[in-house]
């Protein structure tokens, strides 16, 4: 049974509007930060990482597999970390909120 109830759940049936319907945000970032490097890639490419964070927050997870898509849906109404993933001057970046929703951070996937 409560197998079942994850799958509802990691469907993103259960708890959360469709995708395309979110307008409120999800979850709270807490402190957010970025690392230098993927600043400076913002500077050079004349971008503000403020509409992503906005993105993140309202669970429009970016470049994600259907079921990373689901698993984000399962940890927002679960407390679990939380992964989206975009791309700015053809460089892929991801914004990573922790379980606790103490801090969200920005950050290429090298630097994980």
């Not at 999800?26 to 993927?38: E, H, M, N, Q, Y």
């Not at 964070?53 to 399962?74: A, M, S």
């Not at 969200?104 to 630097?111: A, I």
């Amino acid at each position: 049974m409560k197998q079942e109830s994850h799958d509802n759940k990691s469907t993103g049936t259960s708890g959360l509007p469709p995708a395309g319907k979110r307008t409120l945000p999800l979850f709270s970032l807490g402190k957010i930060v970025a690392t230098p490097s993927l600043l400076d890639h913002f500077i050079e490419h004349c971008t503000r990482p403020d509409s992503f964070i906005e993105q993140h927050v309202r669970g429009n997870w970016g470049d994600i597999p259907p079921e990373d898509i689901r698993e984000n849906d399962f940890s927002v109404l679960n407390g679990f970390r939380v992964l989206s993933a975009y791309e700015v001057g053809g460089k892929r970046f991801w914004i990573l909120t922790e379980a606790d929703r103490s801090v969200t951070t920005l950050l290429f996937p090298e630097e994980y």
